[in-house]
């Protein structure tokens, strides 16, 4: 997988890491040490890369094994010395930084001037992360399926390993079908089965399809799981409307099927337990004011707090005592009606451990902060982001994607985070060449796309983007009240798409202090121009650079590991230029994005992120 993982271990595996030898010109395996042949591949191409020379990327329609990402331990050796230096981790357009580590960065007396400036001094602890996934769909698994056994290896450890990838450790699963399933369907279709008689036990249709995914899952993360549960439609019996697809006005739910549909959830969690795969939480409903072409169930605030405190929670908190419950799983435009329909009775609310939201109706990050004000308390959860097929900008491509997606990604889980979320989950782990398979034609671009026919995988900008957060934000790190200091150019646009960010949003950053107590800040440039910055903690400064259309993860020790140095450091006395950053941007020839004009950039002009 290009600049993913080295992603390596069975026969099969070693053999693909020979890429190009093993396709074009087999040869008698018990001669040849498969191990020494790759070697020297990888030492040709680093040679060749050292060189400034063109690599071939393809032999035999194969795209060769690029460099890895950098391990854990790798990065932990960097950071000898983290209270006179930080660790920057960057991935930058128009080069070939991807999760890259770059020079040690070091600490100088902060006296100096920066017009952009991030500053942990005194910083607090908020709320803390529960971590970063994304949605195990029928149609990810799907996929998943039709891969060759050597990258559905590649795809799993590039996601759930914690050093061969970028350690997801949350995860989000739909009850009964959804728009990411090639057909509609549900565990009891036998009408009026109020005893639930006919329920399948077995979920034997997931244990086709999403079940051998998630497992493959658990056995590479290297904590358990967190996995959400969304259900899109009860059984078509159960509705209105009788159709699993659409729904009819508020509630789409018939009122003598609210206790049964309830208990239809408890026991779907329940089979799914018994099968070694437990759930962390659940929301009432997915995208309840969308009466969708696909399975969907309409209901008001005041119907899903109803259904709740009357039907769904008693039944959970006697059966499942254990599993969170969440109001909502909608639009952040509507989040704090929704949050006051669900927690101002203290009965209902007491059944309500959060609020989930999606970031399809754009920022309103104002919206998150307010319930984080008013519910103090009660957990938030982003639990869905995608960008639709149809927002491909003019010249993307399968291979690469947009570097926008990234960016937009990025944008949306510091704002999600500063403002209170505790992670964030992407939609679709992995789709097809097409976007789908998806039974509505609601194709979307993913993390990681696949060509089926071609065994190929390819790694979109979305997935560097949130491997800044989710490799080197672990679970148990807490969100920092930093202060930051930018300048903007404009107010951003009025009704903006979702996932937009621009010159318009300035520096944008959130810092995290880890269970390691090493601070973690990530810093977002989505603008055209380079910017330098002070990252400032403790009477002690970073300054530092962040190239255009690019992302740095910085890792330092937290004040109290700086204040030996910083007491140590002669007193402030008046502010001075800054000194020189460390050396950061990559080669003269490689610096296009200095040049370039303020249109989209595409990730095309970056190199292929891709496996086989």
Not at 352 to 366: C, L, N, Q, V
Not at 431 to 449: F, K, Q, S, T, V
Not at 517 to 541: D, F, Q, W
């Given at each position: ?42 030492g040709v191409v680093a040679l060749l890369c050292v060189a400034g020379m063109a690599v071939p ?19 932990k050796a960097a950071m000898v010395g983290l209270s006179v230096c930080a660790t920057v981790v ?150 209105k409307g009788r159709r699993m697809d659409g729904s009819e006005p508020p509630p789409g739910l ?359």
């Amino acid at each position: 997988m290009a600049h993913a993982a080295r992603l390596l271990g069975s026969e099969e595996d070693e053999l693909a890491a020979e890429g190009a030898v093993a396709l074009c010109a087999p040869r008698p395996r018990e001669r040849i040490s498969w191990r020494l042949i790759a070697g020297i591949a990888l030492g040709v191409v680093a040679l060749l890369c050292v060189a400034g020379m063109a690599v071939p990327r393809r032999c035999c329609g194969a795209p060769l094994l690029a460099s890895p990402l950098p391990s854990v331990s790798e990065v932990k050796a960097a950071m000898v010395g983290l209270s006179v230096c930080a660790t920057v981790v960057q991935t930058a357009f128009a080069t070939h930084d991807r999760l890259s580590v770059k020079p040690c960065a070091p600490f100088v007396p902060a006296n100096f001037h920066s017009e952009h400036t991030i500053d942990v001094t005194g910083a607090t602890a908020q709320h803390r992360i529960e971590g970063f996934g994304g949605a195990f769909t029928e149609s990810s698994a799907l996929v998943f399926q039709s891969l060759p056994r050597h990258l559905r290896r590649r795809f799993i450890e590039a996601y759930f390993s914690e050093d061969e990838g970028i350690g997801y450790t949350l995860g989000r699963v739909h009850i009964n079908s959804c728009d990411f399933s090639i057909n509609s369907y549900s565990f009891d279709d036998v009408p009026e089965d109020f005893d639930l008689r006919y329920f399948d036990d077995a979920v034997a249709h997931d244990q086709r399809t999403m079940i051998p995914l998630i497992r493959a899952a658990q056995a590479v993360a290297p904590r358990k799981l967190k996995l959400l549960a969304s259900p899109w439609s009860p059984p078509a019996w159960m509705k209105k409307g009788r159709r699993m697809d659409g729904s009819e006005p508020p509630p789409g739910l018939r009122d003598e099927c609210r206790d049964v549909w309830a208990r239809y959830l408890s026991r779907w969690l329940g089979a799914y337990e018994r099968l070694g795969v437990p759930l962390w939480a659940i929301t009432m409903q997915n995208e309840p004011e969308n009466r969708a072409a696909w399975e969907a169930c309409a209901f008001t605030p005041e119907q899903g707090a109803t259904f709740v405190r009357e039907h769904l929670g008693p039944i959970l908190r006697k059966h499942h005592p254990q599993l969170k419950i969440f109001a909502f799983d909608h639009n952040k435009d509507h989040v704090v009606e929704w949050a006051n329909a669900s927690f101002s009775d203290a009965a209902t609310s007491a059944f309500f451990d959060g609020i989930a939201f999606h970031w399809y109706s754009g920022d309103t990050f104002e919206h998150v902060a307010t319930i984080r004000e008013l519910w103090a308390g009660k957990l938030l959860l982003p639990s869905e982001a995608t960008y639709e097929k149809y927002r491909w900008p003019p010249g993307t491509t399968l291979a690469h994607g947009s570097w926008s997606f990234g960016e937009g990604y990025a944008h949306d889980i510091i704002g999600d985070l500063n403002a209170g979320g505790l992670g964030w989950i992407d939609w679709n782990l992995l789709l097809d060449e097409r976007g789908g398979p998806n039974h509505l034609g609601n194709d979307c671009d993913a993390a990681i796309m696949a060509n089926v026919s071609a065994a190929e995988l390819y790694l979109h900008p979305q997935y560097w983007y949130i491997g800044h957060f989710s490799k080197y934000v672990p679970p148990g790190s807490a969100l920092l009240n930093a202060t930051v200091r930018t300048r903007r150019r404009l107010p951003p646009p009025v009704g903006r798409p979702y996932g937009t960010c621009g010159d318009e949003d300035g520096l944008e950053s959130a810092s995290f202090l880890r269970p390691d107590m090493l601070v973690a800040t990530v810093v977002l440039n989505c603008g055209s121009e380079r910017l330098s910055y002070k990252l400032k903690s403790h009477g002690l400064a970073l300054a530092m650079e962040i190239p255009p259309h690019a992302i740095q993860t910085v890792l330092h020790a937290s004040d109290a590991g700086l204040g030996a140095s910083a007491n140590a450091s002669e007193p402030v006395v008046a502010e001075q230029p800054p000194p020189s950053p460390p050396p950061s941007s990559p080669p003269a020839e490689t610096r296009a994005e200095d040049k370039r004009s303020e249109d989209e950039p595409h990730a095309e002009d970056a190199p292929p992120q891709s496996a086989q």
